[in-house]
């Protein structure tokens, strides 16, 4: 199959329809202090569905200590429970520095899937010559939407999504920051150039039709059941004694500037305030900026 405009074109009105509006064993794990060479791989099949953007929760159970992750259903355009209490929590009587650590955990994460061929992992080099999920946040989303939108469309465009010779490879270059977080602002697409030589039509549309079906990897869970995991995993009242137990402890540094956090002057600080009838009417309207 060639890759043509007319697909390019399909992918881009795509991207930007998403702008407006479980099995994680073959997503490509990327480490710092590493560079990994890919070429995006389009549904040939859907080119709509190329790209999945979701929105996620993740933290560590303040019962059990166990990782807890879905997928928030506000991506589906629905009502979130988590979203709904970090409004409630930002609805307190607690200082801004006190709302910021209760409601990190649970904060809503933005991310995008797109199937990717591997012709370079440092860490694993079984996964080259495969087709895996490359899961990404903001920052490479910045990069992709400049080669299609932006600046580099001219010379890009279509290009890093061509898996023939007038292709271009993108080199995924994972730094740190001074809080040891993962940045990827050094990634860039490279040189046009066939992925491999030797590689025939047939090669080129063996890959295109090993693409995973990116809609169906995570479970859609109900407002009930994450309400229930809400319920038994994050008790951020128990959040609150450890800050009560750590008052005067710098929490966060910027332009050098230490930022104290105090600590709560009794319970009602850190739990919803008396007006519940208040926040509730406000909630919704907040959640619209979510």
């Not at 879905?70 to 307190?92: H, L």
């Not at 050094?186 to 090993?210: E, M, R, T, V």
């Not at 930022?259 to 008396?274: F, H, L, R």
Request: charged share 30%; net charge negative.
């Amino acid at each position: 199959m060639q890759f043509t405009k007319s697909m390019f074109d399909s992918i881009k009105a795509s991207m930007e329809a998403q702008k407006k509006s479980g099995n994680t064993k073959d997503i490509l794990r990327t480490e710092p202090g590493n560079s990994y060479i890919i070429r995006l791989i389009p549904n040939t099949k859907d080119l709509q569905k190329t790209f999945y953007h979701y929105f996620q929760h993740d933290w560590n159970s303040s019962v059990t200590g166990q990782y807890i992750g879905f997928v928030c259903p506000t991506t589906y355009g629905e009502r979130c429970p988590v979203c709904e209490e970090r409004v409630k929590i930002w609805r307190t009587n607690a200082t801004e520095d006190e709302k910021k650590i209760l409601s990190r955990p649970i904060k809503r994460h933005e991310h995008w899937l797109v199937n990717a061929y591997v012709i370079k992992d440092p860490k694993n080099p079984d996964n080259e010559g495969k087709v895996k999920i490359f899961k990404f946040g903001k920052q490479i989303n910045t990069i992709i939407n400049e080669a299609v939108n932006g600046e580099d469309a001219d010379e890009l465009g279509g290009a890093i999504f061509d898996l023939g010779s007038n292709g271009a490879n993108f080199r995924i270059k994972v730094e740190k920051n001074e809080g040891d977080f993962p940045i990827y602002t050094a990634s860039k697409f490279l040189n046009k150039g066939p992925l491999d030589p030797n590689f025939d039509q047939n090669k080129i549309d063996q890959i295109y039709n090993s693409c995973f079906d990116l809609d169906n990897l995570f479970d859609h869970k109900s407002y009930d059941d994450i309400k229930t995991l809400l319920t038994e995993h994050y008790d951020y009242n128990k959040k609150a004694v450890k800050i009560e137990e750590k008052a005067e402890t710098k929490v966060e540094t910027k332009a050098e500037e230490k930022v104290i956090v105090k600590a709560p002057t009794d319970e009602k600080n850190v739990t919803i305030g008396n007006d519940v009838t208040d926040v509730d009417n406000k909630i919704k309207d907040l959640l619209k900026d979510l």
